[in-house]
């Protein structure tokens, strides 16, 4: 998508006169007697990125159904900027959706598919042949003004999708999976110019997504969902760093996680050096905010924080590190920059993942079947209490 033509003044023209936030207040969704969206509560920024993440049904979409208007509220409220829009129709919410399939109409143009939103709120002839013409030069589509949708490839027409949402200046733009139909490297490409254009734009972008790089790189807010819950609201980085739950962990990035039983809890600095017995293993220390002693719980190691080491200079590394498993190298995976090795624990068989610069690999590169020392320091583990 090259990048768009247009100067400030013109864009200001492009541009909603204020940009929103939304609060969702304890909102749930019900279908029957089936929650598929239970009590959340959330604040999105103002001129933000948000991403909804997390796996299939948990509620992500029909979050966003609710807040576009395509769905009713079982209870709560929905505040779009000041407005409650509980009861106001999708057209009056100030809010545009792009959909998964983009639901462009096969037999228009992509000039009429980009105009009939315009055409719809009765906007006159001249003002929307200026819209469509400068939306088309911002999407880098102006060529392609009298094509029909089936004459472009599936980029393109996510393009057109993308501006004929935005054509019609809406102060919230929802999109479900914008980039699942595209294949990797277009989805790479293409999330760059919609956080371009979200910044350029200046308004609030609302995805939904279920894959973590795409959240990760494009937003500022990420929500993690599970099972019509909110479990986490963070940064892209908080996330990444310092997941709350299990399920955060696990959903997130590569994150090995092992389950156990609080031991003892001591304060270090502002956190608290956590001391977790886990079965088979022997104990393992982690950080977290708070834990009570004999709670069950968990901790959370990333993969680019495992160190392994050659069994036979393994004492001298676990002196000053609190954490440490023997394991045996069942798998090596090249992917370029990265590679990745899966361990199976000595003890238990539980497998784990290491994952490290090729060019540090090629420093000091193991073998498949080689036993080997696997330590962390605990100030990289993280404790999780559920
Ligand atoms: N109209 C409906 N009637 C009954 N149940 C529904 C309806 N729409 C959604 N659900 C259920 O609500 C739950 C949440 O659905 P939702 O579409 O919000 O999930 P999602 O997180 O967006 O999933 P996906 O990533 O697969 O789109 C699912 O269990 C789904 O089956």
Redesign the pocket.
């Known amino acids: 998508m090259p990048s768009p033509q247009i100067d400030e003044a013109e864009l200001h023209e492009l541009v909603p006169a204020t940009t929103v936030g939304i609060l969702l207040r304890s909102v749930t969704k019900k ?2 007697s ?1 929650t ?2 239970e009590n959340i509560n959330l604040e999105i920024p103002p001129g933000s990125y948000c991403c909804l993440l ?10 966003m ?1 609710m807040i576009a208007g395509h769905e009713d509220i079982t209870s709560g409220d929905i505040y779009i900027g000041d407005l409650r829009v509980n009861d106001l129709p999708p057209t009056k919410r100030s809010t545009s959706m792009m959909f998964q399939s983009y639901a462009l109409f096969p037999h228009k143009t992509v000039w009429d598919n980009v105009d009939f939103g315009l055409k719809m709120k009765g906007i006159s002839k001249a003002e929307r042949e200026h819209r469509v013409s400068e939306m088309l030069e911002i999407v880098g589509l102006s060529s392609f003004a009298r094509r029909k949708p089936a004459q472009l490839s599936g980029g393109q027409q996510q393009r057109v999708a993308l501006a004929r949402a935005l054509v019609t200046r809406p102060q919230v733009l929802l999109l479900d ?1 914008p980039l699942s139909a595209l294949d990797e490297n277009l989805r790479i490409k293409t999330r760059t110019e919609l956080r371009r254009l979200q910044k350029q734009f200046g308004m609030t972008f609302i995805q ?1 997504t ?1 894959n973590h790089d795409e959240a990760y790189s494009l937003s500022d807010q990420i929500v993690v ?1 599970d099972h ?1 819950r909110i479990d986490q609201v963070g940064t892209p980085q908080e996330i990444f760093a310092k997941p709350i739950s299990q399920f955060v962990a696990r959903f997130t990035g590569d994150n090995n996680i092992f389950m156990g039983k609080v031991i003892s809890v001591v304060q270090n600095g502002q956190n608290y050096l956590v001391q977790l017995n886990v079965p088979d293993l022997g104990s393992f220390f982690c950080q977290g905010d708070y834990a009570q002693v004999e709670a069950n719980a968990a901790c959370t190691i990333r993969a680019d924080r495992v160190h392994l080491t050659p069994l036979e200079v393994a004492s001298s590394v676990t002196e000053s590190n609190h954490n440490q498993v023997t394991a045996r190298i069942v798998a090596i995976e090249f992917t370029g920059y990265i590679t990745r090795a899966t361990l199976a624990l000595e003890r238990t068989g539980q497998e784990i993942l290491y994952k490290a610069r090729t060019s540090d690999w090629m420093e000091q590169p193991f073998n498949e079947g080689q036993v080997v020392n696997v330590t962390w320091a605990a100030e990289d583990c993280i404790f999780l209490s559920h």
């Open positions: 279908y029957g089936f598929a969206v997390g796996p299939s049904g948990c509620g992500k979409t029909t979050t159904r999976e939904v279920h969902m019509g």
